[in-house]
């Protein structure tokens, strides 16, 4: 039995998967690298690039939709793109993995501060959905906002980490 928290069978992980006869049209599959559940009332999606490698934008766009219906639906629900530098060759410890940007409340967000996907995750599951949002702190949005020219109103800020939920 795998220790929970890695891989069980790395020879399958590593197992090319062929996707072409599931194209239809522009359409095509894409994946998750990470999925936390608490409970059915909290979800976590993580996705991993390499450094500074782009998020496609088709699976940008599935993922603002996964994480919308989720929370469209009364739970609360993130989604995480980390950075890692680690090589080809040693497994990506994920819970140290940078938080590049995150996306909840149909916006995306990019940290004031460098912070762990688990520092991230931490701090989401312990924000109240309606803190109280006269207590500002710095966020930057992302050079992918949801509106063309829109910048986020940040709100409701976790007090003293430069993150908002």
Same mark, same amino acid.
């Given at each position: ?12 992980? *590593?197992? %090319? /998967?062929?996707?072409?006869? $599931? ?5 095509? !599959? #894409? ?40 929370? *469209?639906? %009364? /739970?609360?629900?993130?989604? $995480? ?5 680690? !090589? #080809? ?48 702190? $710095? ?5 992918? !906002? ?20």
């Amino acid at each position: 039995m795998a220790d929970t928290g890695t891989v069980r069978d790395r020879l399958f992980a *590593e197992q %090319g /998967r062929d996707f072409r006869g $599931l194209v239809f049209g522009a359409i095509s !599959p #894409t994946d998750i690298d990470g999925f936390l559940d608490f409970g059915n009332k909290v979800f976590v999606f993580i996705e991993a690039k390499y450094g500074q490698t782009p998020i496609a934008g088709g699976q940008r766009l599935a993922l603002e939709r996964l994480n919308d219906a989720t929370e *469209e639906s %009364g /739970r609360r629900s993130i989604v $995480l793109i980390a950075e890692h530098y680690t !090589p #080809t060759t040693q497994q990506i410890d994920m819970a140290q993995a940078r938080t590049r940007t995150y996306y909840t409340r149909r916006r995306w967000y990019t940290p004031a501060c460098v912070a762990t996907v688990r520092q991230v995750i931490d701090l989401f599951l312990r924000a109240k959905p309606h803190e109280d949002s006269s207590r500002r702190c $710095l966020v930057f949005p992302t050079s992918v !906002p949801r509106v063309a020219g829109a910048e986020p109103e940040p709100d409701w800020p976790l007090p003293g980490t430069g993150l908002l939920f």
